[in-house]
Antibody, heavy 119, light 107 residues
Framework: EVQLVESGGGLVQPGGSLRLSCAAS????????IHWVRQVPGKGLVWVSR????????DYADSVKGRFTISRDNAKNTLYLQMNSLRAEDTAVYFC????????????WGQGTLVTVSS | DIQMTQSPSSLSASVGDRVTITCRAS??????VNWYQQKPGKAPKLLIS???TLQSGVPSTFSGSGSGTDFTLTIRSLQPEHFATYYC?????????FGGGTKVEIK
């Protein structure tokens, strides 16, 4: 069974940092692109970032470029999102999601982890 | 970025009703549209990819159609478990973008 489990969310002050993790199981993690998608509670879905299967290529939404870094450890079947210079508008539930092949749609999602940026 | 406009933003329907949700892209995206269902407090679930391809395990009550800029998700006979929010998403060009969602509520 494919599983993605996010962790690392919490309350952080504006300007602070947080690192999210996404532990994968039930599939060959190293063969898939993985994405981060976020959702302000009660609002819609917004794509944040993606990384290719071997970690050599990444992409970011303009709103997080230069502040967030996506990475992966294929030996540990784990995806990361390092978030720096956090802003109130980064407050959201962050989902990791498996990309289908090299396409930009998402066939499995984690349950999400809530990040709250507030003083 | 490609904008995806969904309508309606919400609807009320009864069990057994046929429901249609539309999604319009700001430019032609061939058939690169995907549909997700999200229930409160849960992760989105992929229902349909490439405009018309039903995912494994998704009941045939759901169907998708369209190409170019206009797409629809149809629920042939609404069941209690179908009350949720539905999102379209384009995978034609990065960044992938989502519609604003359609909340399907019980009448």
């Amino acid at each position: 069974e494919v599983q993605l489990v996010e962790s690392g969310g919490g309350l952080v002050q504006p300007g602070g940092s947080l690192r999210l993790s996404c532990a994968a199981s039930g599939f060959t993690f190293s063969s898939y692109w993985i994405h981060w998608v976020r959702q302000v509670p009660g609002k819609g879905l917004v794509w944040v970032s993606r990384i290719n299967s071997d970690g050599s290529d990444t992409d970011y939404a303009d709103s997080v470029k230069g502040r967030f870094t996506i990475s992966r450890d294929n030996a540990k079947n784990t995806l990361y999102l390092q978030m720096n210079s956090l802003r109130a508008e980064d407050t959201a539930v962050y989902f990791c999601a498996r990309g289908y092949g090299g396409s930009h749609y998402f066939d499995y999602w984690g349950q999400g982890t809530l990040v709250t940026v507030s003083s | 970025d490609i904008q995806m406009t969904q309508s309606p933003s919400s609807l009320s329907a009864s069990v057994g009703d046929r429901v249609t949700i539309t999604c319009r892209a700001s430019q032609s995206i061939s058939n690169y549209v995907n549909w997700y269902q999200q229930k409160p407090g849960k992760a989105p679930k992929l229902l349909i990819s490439a405009a018309t391809t039903l995912q494994s395990g998704v009941p045939s009550t759901f169907s998708g159609s369209g190409s170019g800029t206009d797409f629809t998700l149809t629920i042939r006979s609404l069941q209690p478990e179908h009350f949720a929010t539905y999102y379209c998403q384009q995978s034609y060009r990065t960044p992938p973008t989502f519609g604003g969602g359609t909340k399907v509520e019980i009448k």
